[in-house]
């Protein structure tokens, strides 16, 4: 069981007609309900983030070629175009919830298009859409404070269960973004298991906080996203994706090593 590799999709938006700020990780919702039938005639058997963690902490049987379908943010397409599709599959997914860019009493304003409203957070729940948490505000969580981490974590959790009134079990970091300090902040919270990006197949091996994910974009054809299903020629079409990632972190890195130098200098 340990080597079993499972792909978990992660999408954002899924819209006709994205704005600038999300077209890129919007996906069509005519290439949604596409990629989902072709889960289906490849007989994958979708699974949620908690059912998936749940079997290999206890060592428990995966169902036959397990699938996770993530969304991350909160995009109100999930609710209008993605679970019509879900539903007539019998799909189970896992919504990850930036909780201040959800529509209602805690909008922060921050949402990059339109988001969910509560009603519609439920609603997606009572269809067996589980619920995860996603940082309040959606910052890079490894270069926040402890204490803006802390908050990040807990208000989160905090708001989901009570607007569902059930503790949200599973965690996405905004970006992909962690450390491991966030990581630890995240076990600490309460969340028993966490989802990266990474953009590979996940394994037991990773822990349950560090599983990765692959990318489904716009621009993801239907050869690819067979590709990425059956785990073939990954590292190649995420080639670019992780050049700049590496890149990155070394700017990332460096802008933190700089503010903790300008910390102990105050």
């Not at 949604?32 to 007989?43: H, K, S, T």
């Not at 990954?234 to 933190?256: E, H, M, P, S, W």
């Amino acid at each position: 069981m340990s080597d079993v590799r499972v792909p978990i999709l992660m999408y954002h938006a899924v819209a006709t007609d994205p704005n600038d700020a999300t077209r890129a990780l919007s996906v069509a919702p005519e290439a949604f309900a596409e990629q989902m039938a072709v889960l289906a005639d490849r007989g994958l058997t979708p699974v949620t983030t908690a059912e998936l963690a749940t079997c290999w902490r206890s060592g428990r049987a995966l169902p036959e070629r397990p699938v996770l379908i993530t969304f991350d943010d909160g995009y109100e397409g999930v609710h209008r175009h993605a679970l019509p599709v879900l539903a007539k599959h019998g799909f189970p997914a896992t919504l990850f919830v930036s909780t201040g860019w959800i529509q209602g009493p805690y909008d922060t304003g921050g949402g990059l298009d339109t988001m969910l409203d509560w009603d519609q957070v439920r609603e997606l729940a009572s269809a067996g859409v589980e619920i995860g948490g996603h940082s309040h505000s959606h910052p890079q969580l490894d270069q926040v404070s402890d204490a803006t981490l802390r908050f990040e974590l807990i208000h989160c959790k905090e708001i989901l269960a009570d607007q569902l009134g059930t503790v949200p079990a599973s965690f996405a970091y905004p970006y992909g973004y962690s450390s491991r300090r966030v990581r630890q902040a995240v076990r600490e919270t309460g969340y028993a298991q966490a989802l990266a990006v990474g953009n590979g197949l996940a394994r037991r091996a990773q822990g349950p906080y560090a599983l990765r994910r692959v990318t489904v974009r716009r621009g993801t054809g239907t050869d690819e996203f067979e590709r990425l299903i059956e785990g073939r020629a990954i590292a190649r079409t995420f080639a670019r994706d992780r050049a700049l990632t590496k890149g990155y972190a070394v700017v990332r890195r460096t802008r933190q090593a700089r503010r903790l130098v300008s910390r102990l200098g105050a």
